[in-house]
């Protein structure tokens, strides 16, 4: 079995800038993304599309 941190589709967890605490969790390629995931995305606390910032 493969480790988990050397996972080529490691599951992220995507939290929101707006501070409230909202996340979204997803699977992101190591070898296409290397650095860290922004998606805008939306946030129902807010009700509007603010920026998701992956987390570790």
Not at 11 to 34: D, E, Q
């Amino acid at each position: 079995m493969a480790a988990k941190a050397k996972d080529i589709r490691p599951i992220i967890k995507l939290v929101s800038t707006a501070g409230t605490g909202y996340t979204y969790v997803t699977r992101k390629n190591r070898r296409n993304n290397p650095e860290r995931m922004v998606l805008r995305k939306y946030d129902p606390m807010v009700r509007k599309h603010v920026e998701f910032k992956e987390s570790r």
